[in-house]
């Protein structure tokens, strides 16, 4: 939940969040829409605490994100970013990155089926033992980009920071991702910055972000039949997901991001404040 949020990168600067106010239901999927710059990736951004509100308060169960362990609260937290973070080691390791507890070969290999990875994994030459590279250099943007899928999925966290990034992408790994995401988002508190319109129809809701306000909420047909600023955009083909102004988009090295299997649900406070 989000209460009269509003945040600024410098106090020189103008507000890029004034007011903004909502709430999700647990399991509920979530897309925000918007021209380029209006405020979309600093929201999300201010979920895992990558950074603090000037005024007003977020709440994860009730509880406001401020009062929890910064740790304990990321370990409830997947992120699928536009940035892909892999490091020179095998398939596999970059799956499970993070986690205290190496996970299973049975789990790892759920996850990469799941992230629809498995029919380029099975054809390198050591499969989930190939070492990737830095950065993940020998592999391509959609293969890379499924990866990142399969450790959402293994990390089972029950909420979800959704940046799809699919607009670089050929078409079939496009197909492939797309598929992904329809995987990934189930049973989970969703957030999503749409880059496609077929991604954002599938959404419970839509907010419309315009200037750093929510200007319009509702599903995708709904908002069509209202005639208002997300029917524009819509019809100018201007819905993206392009980086806010003056947002640098967090970098998440080893030991800042952890990437932890943990229950998938948020129900008991004390998982989050113990």
Known sequence: EFRNVRFSYSTELEDVLQEVSFSVNPGETVALVGKSGSGKSTLVSLIPRFYTPVEGAILVDGHPIDTLKLENLRQHIAIVSQEVTLFNDTVARNIDYGSLQAASDSDIRHAVEQAYASDF???LEHGLSTIVGDDGVLLSGGQRQRLAIARALLKDAPILILDEATSALD??????????????????TTFIIAHRLSTIEKADRIFVIDNGQIVEEGTHRSLLEKKGFYAQLHARDEITGDVDRGNPAPVFSRGEYPVQK?????SAPSMLLS
């Open 171 to 188: 078409m079939e790994s496009e197909r492939y991702i797309q598929k992904a995401l329809e995987a990934v988002v189930q049973g989970r």
């Open 121 to 123: 994994i099975d054809k």
């Open 262 to 266: 943990t229950t998938p649900a948020l």
